[in-house]
């Protein structure tokens, strides 16, 4: 069943209509939770920093010059001289 999250105009108070849309964030927020790393997930990290460092700098070399470029594209920094 899939359910609606827009909140509908209907003649309730204010309060009301702020308590609903709180409940629909907080029921949002509680689905996410699983997404949220758990104390098992960093069981490996003292052999794996070497592989996270090389990863890391792998994705600064590609997106910095991609970013330069959407820049550049984008006529908010001009290329240099």
């Not at 409940?23 to 070497?50: C, F, N, Q």
């Not at 460092?53 to 330069?68: E, K, R, W, Y």
């Not at 470029?69 to 908010?76: E, I, P, Y």
Request: avoid cysteine; proline fraction near 7%.
């Amino acid at each position: 069943m899939k359910r609606d999250y827009r909140i509908q105009p209907t003649r309730a108070s204010a309060g009301e209509n702020l308590a609903e849309a709180v409940g629909l964030v907080g029921e949002h927020l509680i689905s996410l939770k699983g997404l949220w790393p758990r104390r098992s997930d960093y069981a490996e990290l003292p052999r794996s920093w070497g592989r996270d460092l090389l990863a890391g700098v792998t994705v600064g070399i590609v997106a910095l010059p991609l970013a330069l470029g959407f820049g550049v594209a984008s006529g908010s920094a001009r290329p240099p001289a």
